[in-house]
């Protein structure tokens, strides 16, 4: 088991060979002995990193069997609802996916992929009338705050959601004080945030010069690159 968890690890996360290893290591030690709700919940995570839907579904419907419904595990409960939601997403099932994910952010607040994947899902909902849309708009910008709110010290959090504010044009980069649009002073507070998390970071270096950059600050965002 412990040769299953170090290659399941945030170590080796970039390593698709060791997820795969992993899968094999974590799938015997279940064989041996298949009352290991811990194994299956790693093993859930792992299948899903390396794309293996059936072998994740097929544990994540024996672990639900099991999870407690009144609230005294809601930390465990939001985790498997997380791993719902992230399954759901693959199976091309978004409308499902998002239910699981709206519940997984309230039971497990500190695990910060499900925010993301809510804000992201809803904001992708096209087929849906003009006035939902709407709604699911506002519905994804609230996940993304809360996410923050929720993981004020993570770095990753405030770095989520100014990519996010980003990618879907929420920044008020001409100084008109557009409806629904920030100040890009006021969102650059997050890389600055995240910055004095984790000043050695690459991605949080990436994005303090692109923040300098969109600030018209040029000079500034080469000593970030």
Sequence with gaps: VHLGRT???????????????????LNKVLARDSNRPDVQRLLVKTAL?????STARLNLESLAKNVA??????????????YWGRLLDAEKKPAESISYCRRAVKDAPSAEEN???LAYLLRAQQDVPL??????????????????????TSSKAHLARWSYRREFNLMDLRGLKEAGKIAVEKA??????????????VDVLVAKADSEVIQQHRDKAYDYL
Excluded: C, H, W
């Design 7 to 25: 290659l399941a690890g945030d170590y080796f996360a970039t390593s698709l060979q060791a997820r795969r290893q992993a899968f094999f290591v």
């Design 49 to 53: 990193d390396i794309g293996e839907y």
């Design 69 to 82: 419904t009144d609230g005294s595990d809601a930390a465990d409960r939001g985790e498997l609802e997380g």
């Design 115 to 117: 925010y993301t994947r």
């Design 131 to 152: 006035e939902q849309r709407d709604k699911n708009r506002v519905e994804a910008d609230q996940a993304i705050d809360e996410l923050v709110a929720n993981n004020p």
């Design 188 to 201: 650059a507070e997050d890389v600055d945030l995240a910055l004095s998390q984790a000043p050695e970071d």
